[in-house]
């Protein structure tokens, strides 16, 4: 297991890179063309949006524990993840950026899928496509290895043959399912980081932290306020992916 995880983040690696020199290509060609930019901004939609794949983006942070306990080395698990964290925000913040600031037309029109914004029969978007293609082969095995971990420990399972195959036929077949009947990214992205992230970064840790403080005798009414807050704002950010209009 720890030499597919290596190979899978080494191989999805290169789909990164190659996205990464793909968008600042274009980027270059097209110039910048901020434009009406801030006149189209609309401010409830696109916080709700960003509230939503943000809370999905903590909730994936799952799988850093599942990567970094096959780590070799422990003692450097902290220089590695300082490094990893660096090179995503680098990486998400060019592309995102870089495509914003020089798309061409209306930003309206950005779809969610950002090879859907250039031409089909470009050469750098039809490579990017067997690219991203190839980064979805190889990124796939391991969210299904978070997945099936923690699944196994919610159900106090053993890992056997039967429970691991019969975990990753509901893994595929649920993927199969909502690619069939909704091919929307952004919404995927966005309601499924709203649910998992009340639960898993909203709810269960303030509720955890509020029951210890309970058993040490150290919860306060103000402690328990700002707790219940943070669960609150959880609830509200689900709520608001109701709102948008596709």
Sequence with gaps: MEASLKYCSISGTLSVLYLLIFVIVKGYAWGINVGTAWTETRAFKNAAVLSGMLALSFYIHNIIIDIMRNNARQDKNGRDLTIAFLLVTITYTMVGAVFYICFPLAKSCIEDNILNNF??????????RVLLLFQVVTVYPLVAYMLRTETMLLLSLQETRCYTMTINVTIVIMCVLVACFCPNVGTIIRYTGAISGLVHVFALPSLLQVR???????????????YFLIVVFGTVNLLMQFFITE
Excluded: C, N, P
Excluded at 212 to 226: E, P
């Design 119 to 128: 031409e089909m029969h470009d050469i750098m978007t039809a490579v990017a």
């Design 212 to 226: 210890s403080l309970q058993l040490r005798g150290r919860l306060t009414w103000w402690k328990s306020l700002f």
